[in-house]
């Protein structure tokens, strides 16, 4: 059974979303560890509530944010972590993160990449004045929001949409496609070429 470990900053929706997907049996896996880089992160509280371990790294406890990755390896290998999702961490993964997991890390983002990238994303679409917007799951690599795409929904775009309600719209389509990704991918239906998801039948 597939093992994920779980990034998170925030809420802890998207884990939410997730943590509903594997209960439901929608989701062959189980998720050995969600790790915080904000000690009163929901994320942290959701997890305790579901019995998932978890913990709090500060990165100021750390000289260098190499050092506070390294700490977040080893206690993702320490559980023999698969499959790495990003849920709300808002923090860029460096190269070293990277070489770990390659093509072993999940992150969303609340825009059709590779649209408007970085904070804020449903503001910059409005302010482009796009007709749609949405959300986009991929493989994370080296570059902010870049990295080969795995699924994608879109969004309407209302004329007197806020940033508020353009996100909370697109937020509900986060929590369909980002737990089908991780049920393609605990399926083995994800294969990476030449810098793009294959999905297989």
Known sequence: MLKIGVLASGRGTNLQSIIDGIESGEITAEI???ISDNEDAGALE????HNIDSCYINPADYETDQDFEQEMV???????????????????????????YRHQIMNIHPS???????????KQALDYGVKVAGCTV??????????????????????????????AR??????????????????DKLEVIDGKVKIKE
């Open 32 to 34: 050995e560890l969600v």
């Open 46 to 49: 959701r997890a305790k509530k």
């Open 138 to 167: 991929h493989f994370a690599d080296e570059g902010m929001d870049t990295g080969p795409i795995i699924l994608q929904a879109a969004v309407e775009v209302k004329w007197d949409d806020t940033e508020e309600r353009l996100a």
């Open 74 to 100: 080893n206690n993702l290998k320490e559980k023999d972590v698969e499959l790495v999702v990003m849920a709300g961490f808002m923090r860029l993964l460096s190269p070293y993160f990277i070489r770990q």
């Open 170 to 187: 697109i937020l509900e389509q986060e929590h369909k496609i980002y737990p089908e990704a991780i049920r393609l991918y605990a399926e």
């Open 112 to 122: 059709l990449l590779p649209a408007f990238k970085g904070l804020h994303a449903q």
